[in-house]
């Protein structure tokens, strides 16, 4: 008797569970405008651990090589997520160059995600070493800045999306 009350309970779950799944498909009717990603998966110690080299115009310099061999297809010339690869394979990739597309983000999070890639970002792994790993990151972060500087907008007031 008492399997039955285990039993129940699963059933039901899964019950429950079908039809939330079947109401997913519209995930992507604000393809324009995707959310963003689930950074979940992210250890916290990598979220955390601090970007040791300074956003210097050398190091933006340094990542442009592999920022235009290795991201630029997918991410676009400027970031704007618009490049041949991401249209090819459907990809809807955040605007870079819009601010607020990673403030929410820590340089740790974003460097882990370049080496260690995440869902269909592929993973730089071995091809870069651990300082152009966070070149990138600085000049990823680069892209949205030139934007910014012409909003001047205070960052204090601004809602999270
Ligand atoms: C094959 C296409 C592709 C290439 C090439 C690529 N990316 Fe990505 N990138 C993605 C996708 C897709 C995501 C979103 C991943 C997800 O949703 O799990 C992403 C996410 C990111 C993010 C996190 C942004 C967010 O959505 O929060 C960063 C930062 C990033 N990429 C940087 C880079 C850099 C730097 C390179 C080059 C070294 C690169 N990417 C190369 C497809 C690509």
Same mark, same amino acid.
């Given at each position: 008797?008492?399997?039955?009350?285990?039993v129940?309970?699963?059933?039901?779950?899964?019950?429950?569970?079908?039809?939330a799944?079947?109401?997913?498909?519209?995930?992507?009717?604000?393809?324009?405008?995707? !959310?963003?990603?689930?950074?979940?998966?992210?250890?916290?110690?990598?979220?955390?651990?601090?970007?040791?080299? !300074?956003?210097?115009?050398?190091?933006?310099?340094?990542?442009?090589?592999?920022?235009?061999?290795?991201?630029?297809?997918?991410?676009?010339?400027?970031?704007?997520?618009?490049?041949?690869?991401? +249209?090819?394979?459907?990809?809807?990739?955040?605007?870079?160059?819009?601010?607020?597309?990673?403030?929410?983000?820590?340089?740790?999070?974003?460097?882990?995600?370049?080496k260690?890639?995440?869902?269909?970002?592929?993973?730089?792994?071995?091809?870069? +070493?651990?300082?152009?790993?966070?070149?990138?990151?600085?000049?990823?972060?680069?892209?949205?800045?030139? +934007?910014?500087?012409?909003?001047?907008?205070?960052?204090?007031?601004?809602?999270?999306?």
């Open positions: 008797m008492y399997r039955l009350t285990l129940l309970p699963a059933l039901l779950l899964i019950a429950l569970a079908l039809p799944q079947q109401q997913q498909p519209s995930q992507n009717s604000t393809a324009t405008a995707p !959310k963003g990603m689930d950074y979940s998966a992210i250890p916290v110690a990598a979220a955390k651990e601090p970007n040791p080299v !300074k956003a210097t115009p050398e190091s933006i310099a340094r990542a442009k090589k592999w920022w235009t061999l290795d991201c630029a297809m997918c991410h676009g010339e400027n970031g704007n997520g618009k490049g041949d690869t991401a +249209k090819d394979m459907k990809l809807s990739l955040v605007d870079f160059t819009d601010p607020a597309s990673l403030k929410d983000h820590t340089d740790g999070e974003l460097f882990y995600i370049i260690n890639g995440h869902g269909d970002m592929p993973p730089e792994g071995d091809r870069i +070493k651990t300082e152009e790993g966070w070149d990138l990151v600085n000049y990823v972060r680069s892209l949205a800045k030139k +934007k910014s500087e012409t909003e001047a907008k205070p960052d204090s007031g601004a809602k999270p999306q």
